[in-house]
């Protein structure tokens, strides 16, 4: 029977999260029952999503939850064998015990690693695709500006424009991260928001107004960006964290009025709204990454105990890419 360890939430944060408000938590894990498989979570994701539940959603001093991949090392299903690598939502925890409802499968794509299932292959990839796509309504010659560009959904946003043939712009945090968006990403234009403020920095690169805005961010980068929108810009609103650490999720934009006169159109969305595309994602993205056309990083903290850190770090810019923890070889 293993010692699993999870990360539960003992308080909730005001602000930004910190590190006393997460606990390690060591328990015994049950062997597998028939129909079962034990699984060892070998990756887990940390997103910014979290953060709104950890002020409303996450139970207190129970295991969190989150996207995972790991490997069945006992299996009493023939559903499953042991050593078949799994997806699953269970992450935050070392081992678990679960039916198979709710694990996939997953094989591997070419030589990539396993883990781009769980960022370009997957939910991230899949979020900027038919947020680009299908949300903006991208059409040739719309100049394009992404924020958080070179993170998990903007990194990949910003790329399929570039594949589609767009000008695109990118904002990030920091001077290595918009060398990446231009050496590697081939972006036509990236700057650090740190450096040089959004406004600034759009009025810089983006000399004949942007058309499409994948936001990311809200509050200054949303503001910014409706100040130099073309008539009939599209914005598709995939996140705002900059509000996160906010009671509510708030955010503030001081020229809304700016979508009267342009015609702007600002709209939200998560995947459920273009699931039915799911498979030619799988598809063009697996192409896209086989021929190297479609670039990815990944920041990987090691063990368990990292992921509050990991968290946090979200929101401190410490990730270029797919944020993960690593739990075990
Ligand atoms: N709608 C959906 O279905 C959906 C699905 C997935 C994700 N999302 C949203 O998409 C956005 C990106 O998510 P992700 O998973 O790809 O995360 P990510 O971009 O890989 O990581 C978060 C990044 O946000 C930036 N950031 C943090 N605080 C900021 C602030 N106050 N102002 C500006 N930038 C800040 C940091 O990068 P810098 O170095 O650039 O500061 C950080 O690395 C988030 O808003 C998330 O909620 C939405």
Known sequence: ???????????????????????????????????????????????????????????????????AIGRVVQSRTPELAVGDIVSNGLGFREFFVSAPPGLRRLEPVGDLPLTVH??????????????????????????????TAAGAVGSVAAQIAKINGNWVVGSTGSAEKADWLLKEAGLDAAFDYHETPVRQGLRQHATEGIDVYFDNVGGDHLDAALAVMNPLGRVAVCGMISGYNEPGARTTVRNLANVIYGRINIRGFTLADFMSRRAQFVQDMTGWLQEGRVRYQETVMDGIEKAPAALIGLFQGLNTGKMLVKLAD
């Open 1 to 67: 029977m293993p010692k699993s360890r999870s990360i539960q939430l003992v308080a909730r944060p005001e602000g930004l999260p910190q590190e006393g408000d997460f606990a390690v938590v060591e328990t015994d894990v049950p062997d597998a029952s028939e129909g079962e498989v034990l699984v060892q979570n070998l990756y887990m994701s940390v997103d910014p999503a979290m953060r709104p539940r950890l002020s409303a959603g996450y139970e207190l001093n129970q295991p969190m939850a989150a996207g």
């Open 118 to 147: 769980m960022h370009v292959l997957g939910g991230t990839g899949f979020t900027a695709y038919g947020g680009i796509l299908d949300i903006a309504g991208l059409k040739p010659g719309d100049k394009v500006f992404v924020s």
